[in-house]
């Protein structure tokens, strides 16, 4: 299954690029993900004319894909503009993200692990048909004590977790592809 990964955040030191990537490890013989880059233009309509080459280069990596992975942070309880502005461009000419299986995840510093976004993003991801894996919502809080110096998950119940839910999604995109 061709994953692309869209992580929300677009700082080197990230802790959902660093979730995205030990996602990516961890899962490689069930997900063969990829983390695409979302440091794209402003959506403006005015480009639509004549596209940018690396919004061309995104949306072509979005719509080959079997499905896409949301790593989202939270930013004032929602999504960041970086992760809305990709959702946006990939929503415009050709719908890439239509009736797409997908399944979010997210880490904040917070106590509550981006739950806000989550919801935000799934509303939003609801409006283009998309098929979300529902009710297996993971909430990484306090994403400060989480990872290794390596980029490893190191709490025990949050990685036991995350398989069950990289199982239920392999199980979900085979049950409806
Ligand atoms: C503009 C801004 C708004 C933020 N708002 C929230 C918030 O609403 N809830 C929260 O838990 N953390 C919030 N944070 C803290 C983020 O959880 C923290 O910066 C986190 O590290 C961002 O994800 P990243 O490490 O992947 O960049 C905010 C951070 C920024 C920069």
């Not at 080959?64 to 970086?82: C, K, M, Q, R, W």
């Not at 890439?96 to 995840?105: Q, R």
Request: aromatic share 8%; proline share 3%.
């Amino acid at each position: 299954m061709k994953v692309a990964i869209l992580v929300g955040s677009l700082r080197e030191n990230s802790y959902n690029k660093t979730l995205a990537t030990f996602i990516q490890k961890r899962y490689a013989k069930d997900i063969d993900g990829e983390l695409l880059d979302l440091n794209l233009p402003l959506y403006n309509e005015d480009l639509e004319s004549d596209l940018p080459a690396d919004v061309v280069a995104f949306k072509k990596e979005v719509h080959d894909a079997d499905a896409v992975l949301f790593v989202t942070p939270e930013y004032n309880h929602s999504i960041s503009g970086v992760l809305k502005n990709a959702i946006d461009w990939a929503s415009r000419i050709t719908p890439d993200l239509k009736e797409k299986p997908g399944f979010i995840v997210g880490a904040s510093m917070g106590g509550l692990g981006t739950v806000r976004a989550q919801m935000h993003l799934r509303q939003i991801l609801d409006t283009m048909g998309m098929r979300i894996l529902p009710a297996n919502e993971v909430f990484i809080s306090a994403a400060h004590t989480k990872f290794d110096e390596k980029g490893d998950l190191i709490d025990e119940g949050t990685v036991a977790f995350l398989d069950s839910v990289v199982a239920n999604f392999v199980a979900f995109y085979e049950r409806n592809k």
